[in-house]
């Protein structure tokens, strides 16, 4: 048995039993018991977390699936390995996760936690915690109300990596504010050796449009999304750092999966879409770090399996339901490229909430490019969530017809209309509390098995 002292002992003790209570009598409780532990004992952390290899996840989009593609690759590879699956990604939920799995006795065998975390929790974590790997995705506008603008972001996050210098640093090369940095840690560089189309023009509404060093605004050889790409600054000379690993081809694109070309080697990515790229593009690259084969990794690509409320299909008494979690403009874009992929005829559900979780100023709706929707071959539009009558109207303006919406204030008459469409695919656009309460709805009425 590892000796630990007596505050940490009843920290833990009584966590476990709280997480066990949560999970029965709530079906939830992911930060809760972590709350309690670190009352106990705040440095707790330092002591759950003492015979784990740690990937720790950040970035303001895709740390739920990629967080999920790097558990399961080196879940496939044999590895010992936790998550902290149910998306509780502050600080309380990561003690949860990590005390749920914590064991007296010692492991002999290397043991790895895969570990999605909260962008302004990475410097409480780093506090107590040295990772093997630091990765971040990218950097939008999310939450503004939370955390201002994207360089408020990059600077919480930075706070916590130079607290672990010899942590190694995956990043998205494509991502202009992450080039450069100045830091002491060995650093892997990732993105795109591909032109999606001929766009070399930034939108208006991309989030990071000038240099960083000069504030001059930003050339591109080509854009992926957003401001993401091949950037340049032409007045200073600041430009995307050399990569490590690269998509060098995307050969075809559907509305179930992507097949590309990364290193030379063809990969199929089970799951939709290009941010879905960068994901398998990142979790490949956190990979390599960790000394998997590529057999092992292109294996577990083929075959993942969508997070909960992330393209997670449900089937609702015959009609398939998919689920897109969707919390920005740069995530709601990519979401709509993504399901403009299917070139049949679906319907569409637009959930809009305003709780703290998904930020309280609901203006960013009016950046996301809903005017696409309108050329889509979309036969009933349903609108539900605490601020659906600011999605209806954008929604209108961005020119679908009012005629086709259904307007529904509760989850069950949203239910009933799901269940009374005439096409079989139903899409659903829903932000993050929208997507967890109406999943648990789903629940409640046995269309969902697995709540977290």
Request: glycine share 6%.
């Amino acid at each position: 048995m590892s000796k630990i002292n007596i505050k940490s002992f009843f920290s833990i003790i009584v966590s476990k039993v709280i997480i066990k209570l949560s999970r029965t009598l709530f079906k939830g409780g992911s930060n809760f018991p972590g709350r309690v532990a670190l009352k106990f004992d705040e440095n707790i952390l330092k002591t759950v977390c003492m015979d784990y290899k740690v990937i720790l996840v950040t970035g303001t989009n895709g740390k739920t699936t990629t967080t999920s593609m790097i558990y399961n690759m080196l879940k496939d590879s044999g590895k010992c390995v936790i998550t902290n699956n149910t998306g509780a990604n502050m600080l309380p939920g990561i003690v949860s996760s990590f005390v749920e799995h914590y064991t007296f006795s010692k492991c002999s065998e290397t043991k790895y936690a895969v570990i999605e975390c909260d962008e302004a929790n990475v410097p409480l974590f780093t506090e107590y915690v040295t990772p093997e790997v630091l990765t971040i995705t990218n950097l939008f506008r999310d939450q503004l109300d939370r955390y201002g603008e994207v360089y408020t972001t990059l600077k919480k996050i930075l706070q916590g990596v130079e607290k672990v210098p010899l942590t190694n640093l995956v990043l998205n090369g494509d991502e202009s504010l992450l080039g450069d940095l100045g830091l002491p840690n060995r650093t892997i560089y990732y993105g795109f050796n591909y032109a999606l189309d001929n766009n070399k023009t930034i939108d208006i509404n991309a989030d990071a449009k000038f240099c960083k060093k000069c504030k001059s605004p930003y050339k591109y050889n080509y854009i992926t999304y957003n401001h993401l790409g091949d950037f340049y600054c032409e007045d200073c000379g600041y430009k995307r750092p050399e990569l490590d690993y690269t998509i060098d081809e995307i050969k075809e694109q559907t509305p179930e999966g992507s097949l590309v070309t990364i290193n030379g080697k063809e990969c199929y990515i089970s799951q939709p879409g290009t941010y879905n790229i960068y994901n398998a593009l990142c979790a490949y690259s956190v990979s390599k770090v960790c000394g998997l084969e590529n057999s092992v990794i292109f294996n577990s690509l083929r075959k993942q399996q969508s997070s909960f409320g992330r393209q997670e299909n449900i089937n609702i008494e015959g009609k398939e339901v998919k689920i897109v979690l969707v919390k920005n403009p740069a995530g709601y874009d990519q979401a709509i490229n993504t399901i403009s992929l299917d070139r049949r005829t679906f319907d569409l559900a637009v959930l809009l909430n305003d709780n703290y979780a998904d930020g309280r100023d609901v203006s960013w709706i009016w950046d996301v490019n809903f005017e696409k929707l309108a050329s889509l071959q979309i036969d009933k539009t349903m609108v539900s969530g605490i601020r659906l009558y600011d999605m209806a109207a954008r929604l209108k303006i961005a020119g679908l017809s009012p005629d086709k919406f259904v307007i529904c204030e509760a989850y069950e008459k949203l239910l009933k209309e799901i269940k009374g469409c005439n096409n079989n695919t139903v899409y659903i656009l829903a932000t993050y509390t929208a997507m967890i309460n109406f999943r648990k709805f789903l629940n409640s009425k046995g269309y969902i098995k697995k709540l977290w």
